[in-house]
């Protein structure tokens, strides 16, 4: 019996929000129980600024709630997401990093995570998928929620540059619930055997996800890299791999007995790309362990070789509907398969398939450019360390501000850098948008998409007569115009 093809609204999906949930995220918890932790989320900017939240939350009259009197899921997910952004702010949010995290935080933080199947931290989900509204009240249909009509309803800083970087993102989701529609669509029309069905599909498909592409470039418009490295990017770490950020054991949650790990908010912990790359049979191998063979025909169970055990990871930190949808549909993906069985007698099939690689692997061009500017530029300038004088009532001296990349430390050493998941980031970019592309049925997408952008480049050029300039080939041009690309430091969150 052949295995269920998931149905999104099992899994808590809007095939018009997609993972975002299709009700508006709370602006407030209507139970006055919980003014401590309104009052903290409101006052987060300011407490974070003047170095105030630890004696808040230190402070005796900040009580530890119970949850119980919390009475719906969007409650308990507006609870967790604010107490994710405190927490945050707490370990951070000071001369050095705190290795344990009260009680009143953490024993609620942990409850919510343990009901909502999350981790009990920042993640992306309460950053993002849990964190918005619309700007017009009026306009509040789900049509309605793209870039123009969105807004954050909690940062760590107070920022545009903040909230434009979350709604990005959220937008993105958003406009991938088509992605999601003409996914299923096509895995449904496979085991009909309907080709020309799975055709139509696909071509809306590669145009839905051609359309992620110029949301994700409108990220410069509002968040400047030098903010987001230096002001923002502190906040999402983690506590695994950030023994030099000062958590060399993790964080302590209340009066827990042993200290957790766990990688920082990020993008890879996103549904959409890895549905998109299960739907399409795109297989991710370790980072830095080689590609199969050109001429590979098996299935990619057989023959692609071990899994990413990172981008496996980061479904741990999905909410737990969305990550067993991603379970489901991995049972029943199709598409490569029978594109492949089809492919000698439907060329249109294979085009149709072939623009949905390229239009990811095109998307996560377009994230390593991002990268590229976010991190490796701001990482690469030279920081100053002479101390700044910040002035706090309990502590009037003088340290220095966060203005050495993640968290308060100084990366002099590029192959220890760290991203905010806790590891190094653009081999793994650069081999996951290598690897979009080797499912590639036809012949002719197979050598394009499986070259090196730089390399398929150049190809093109001799093939047209045009040369190439040789120097500078270890340079890539991009939205900061010319830098180089090193796969040794971490960073954003990732695709």
């Not at 899994?307 to 909410?319: C, K």
Request: charged residues 20%; glycine residues 6%; aromatic residues 8%.
């Amino acid at each position: 019996m052949l295995p269920t093809i998931p149905d999104p609204a099992d899994y808590d999906i809007s095939l018009d929000t997609g993972f975002v949930p299709e009700a508006l995220p709370l602006a407030r918890l209507p139970d006055p129980y919980y003014d401590a932790w309104e009052a903290a989320a409101a006052n987060l900017q300011f407490l974070v600024m003047t170095r105030q939240i630890r004696s808040v939350i230190d402070s005796p009259s900040f009580p530890v709630l119970s949850i119980s009197r919390l009475r719906s899921v969007a409650e308990r997910r507006r609870a967790y997401s604010i107490l994710g952004f405190v927490a945050h702010s707490y370990i951070w949010a000071g001369p050095s990093a705190s290795e344990e995290l009260p009680e009143a935080i953490a024993r609620p933080l942990v409850e919510l995570g343990e009901i909502l199947e999350v981790p009990p931290l920042a993640t992306y989900a309460g950053l993002c998928l849990w964190n918005h509204r619309p700007l017009f009240s009026d306009q509040a249909d789900p049509k309605f929620l793209d870039l123009s009509n969105l807004a954050s309803l909690h940062t760590f800083t107070g920022s545009i540059d903040e909230s434009w970087f979350y709604l990005v993102s959220t937008a993105i989701e958003i406009r991938g619930a088509a992605c999601l529609q003409y996914l299923l669509d096509a895995t449904h029309a496979c085991r009909a055997d309907a080709s020309h069905d799975v055709v139509v599909a696909l071509q809306l498909l590669a145009e839905s996800i051609d359309s992620l592409i110029p949301i994700l470039s409108r990220l410069p418009e509002q968040c400047d890299p030098h903010t987001f490295y230096y002001r923002i990017r502190p906040f999402l770490a983690g506590s695994q791999n950030m023994a030099d950020a000062g958590l060399p054991r993790g964080v302590k949650y209340g009066s827990e007995g042993g200290y957790r790990q766990y990688a920082g908010g990020s993008n890879a912990q996103s549904s959409l790309i890895q549905a998109l790359d299960i739907g399409l049979g795109v297989h991710h191998r370790p980072t830095s362990s080689s590609s199969p063979p050109s001429s590979q025909t098996g299935s990619p169970s057989l023959s692609a070789g071990p899994t990413n055990n990172f981008i496996y990871e980061m479904r741990r930190y999905m909410p737990g509907p969305h990550r067993r949808f991603l379970e489901q549909l991995d049972l029943c993906a199709n598409i490569r398969e029978y594109v492949r069985e089809h492919k000698s007698s439907n060329s249109a099939l294979t085009l149709a398939y072939d623009a949905c690689l390229a239009m990811l692997r095109s998307f996560r061009d377009k994230h390593i450019q991002i990268v590229s500017r976010y991190i490796i530029l701001q990482a690469k300038k030279p920081t100053s360390t002479a101390p700044a004088p910040v002035h706090t009532p309990e502590s009037p001296g003088l340290f220095t501000t966060k203005r050495d990349g993640l968290a308060t430390v100084v990366v002099n050493d590029k192959k220890n850098a760290r991203g905010t998941g806790g590891t190094a980031l653009l081999p793994f970019l650069k081999q996951a948008r290598d690897e979009t592309g080797e499912p590639a049925a036809g012949s002719w997408a197979a050598r394009l998409l499986r070259d090196d952008a730089f390399v398929a480049k150049r190809k093109m050029r001799d093939a047209m007569g045009l040369g190439e300039r040789h120097q500078d080939q270890d340079k890539v041009v991009g939205l900061a115009g010319k830098w180089n690309v090193d796969d040794d430091y971490g960073g954003i969150c990732h695709w």
